[in-house]
């Protein structure tokens, strides 16, 4: 999981039991170049990547515990919550 332009980039491995989840994350795209899912960076975005991700990893913590951790915010930027 990285965060690039102002989009999480996640690289979920095929097949995976991630990948229909992945799919459903609002403004979700697949870019075939880069070959990962991008979906646009947002409180609600992260919350839900964090979710998605926590039940994937949670097996995993003792390996990579950074699995779990927060998504570092870019420099410069501050995110707000945008009303439904």
């Given at each position: ?15 995976s ?44 913590a ?23």
């Amino acid at each position: 999981m990285t965060l690039s332009d102002g989009e999480i980039h996640l690289h979920v491995p095929y097949p995976s039991p991630l990948l229909g989840r992945v799919r459903a994350l609002p403004g979700g795209r697949w870019d075939p170049g880069l070959r990962v899912w991008r979906v646009p960076d947002s409180a609600a975005t992260r919350q839900a990547v964090r979710n998605l991700l926590g039940a994937e990893a949670a097996g995993r913590a003792r390996e990579a515990p950074e699995a779990l951790a927060p998504i570092p915010e870019a420099p410069g930027r501050a995110h707000t919550a945008h009303p439904a």
